[in-house]
């Protein structure tokens, strides 16, 4: 049965528990609710890049920071389906958009957005979106477009929240979380550390998501990539075994989501990520970048697949849609 009803102290005990304890225990409830051989392949593309109004603290996006970020106005819909039907042909069966707004508004862009996520989900694709804040009709409106899922990250505990970001607030972000989820689309929500945030704001990060109404389906845990010219650009960087205590933990409290080893992939070896898919990660993301940030090209994700036996998980596996088979990457 899942629960809902976690305490933080509950949480804390998981989380600091012995490490190979905890590897070991987050192991036992992934298999029991999972193929620990499946991956998940996804792939991240900006197709509205920079320029953006908010002041996340390290965002390379965000307009008022000098960082080497280049602003694009939004794709074209022919652009974003050919860079769609390149990740399904080498292995991705989940496709996410992200444009760097603060929060969709009724006009045009968004009209082609909406054409983006219908194009993508004929293709057979689960689609994902990530486009700043969201009202109950936008959703709706993307929804009935196709839309799979909507990517909206809490980033960290509501306690540290806003020493990252003062232009929108915890609560804004959990009532867009709130829209998509009435609209029936699948929620995705996580966070990044490695910001200068506690173990307790970790903890309390974990503990927000998996005490929701329902658990989201998907919750990518990120390590931060500092990028010169904003304000956490001399972070250090996290350690894998924060990722594993971070993923190891989200495994165990919320059993049945994919648990996405995201940001900050590029700087973890052969045997960091394994360790990461011991602890209870079931799904990356592929392409060079993730938005604008560095990512392992596709070439050492083949390599990375073949190494440790295991194959891309199909989409909609385990949805109401039945599963569509998908040319995966050759083992």
């Not at 197709?47 to 008022?64: L, N, S």
């Not at 806003?162 to 009532?175: A, E, H």
Request: aromatic residues 6%; charged residues 25%; hydrophobic residues 40%.
């Amino acid at each position: 049965m899942l629960r809902t009803d976690w305490t933080r102290a509950e949480i804390a005990e998981i989380y600091n528990s012995p490490v190979l304890d905890l590897m070991y225990r987050a192991a036992t409830v992934h298999r029991q609710h999972h193929d620990p051989q499946e991956v998940q392949v996804c792939t991240l593309l900006s197709v509205k890049t920079g320029g953006c109004p908010e002041d996340c603290a390290y965002c390379p996006q965000a307009a008022r920071y000098h960082t080497a970020v280049k602003v694009h106005k939004l794709m074209e819909v022919d652009e974003v389906l050919t860079a769609a039907q390149r990740a399904k042909d080498t292995g991705s069966t989940r496709f996410c958009m992200g444009a760097a707004w603060r929060e969709v508004r009724d006009n045009s862009d968004f009209d082609k957005v909406l054409d983006m996520v219908q194009g993508v989900n004929e293709m057979g694709l689960e689609v994902c979106c990530t486009l700043g804040m969201l009202t109950e009709n936008q959703a709706q409106k993307l929804k009935d477009a196709g839309l799979y899922a909507y990517n909206h990250n809490l980033d960290t505990s509501e306690e540290f929240y806003g020493d990252i970001i003062s232009t929108r607030t915890y609560d804004d972000r959990l009532d867009t979380l709130g829209h998509a989820r009435k609209a029936g689309i699948s929620v995705c929500s996580g966070g990044i550390i490695g910001m200068g945030e506690s173990d307790q704001d970790r903890i309390g990060m974990l503990h927000t998501l998996a005490t929701l109404p329902q658990h989201p389906e998907s919750v990518p845990v990120n390590a931060l990539v500092p990028v010169e010219g904003t304000p956490l650009e001399d972070q250090p960087r996290v350690s894998v075994w924060e990722m594993i205590r971070m993923i190891a933990t989200a495994r165990i409290i919320m059993p049945k989501a994919m648990v996405r080893l995201s940001a900050g992939r590029v700087r973890m070896n052969t045997e960091e990520q394994a360790l990461c898919f011991l602890a209870g990660a079931n799904s990356i993301f592929a392409g060079d970048k993730l938005l604008t940030t560095p990512n392992p090209n596709e070439d050492a994700d083949l390599q990375l697949f073949q190494t440790l036996n295991i194959r891309p998980r199909k989409a909609f596996k385990d949805a109401a849609q039945p599963a569509v088979v998908f040319e995966q990457i050759p083992l």
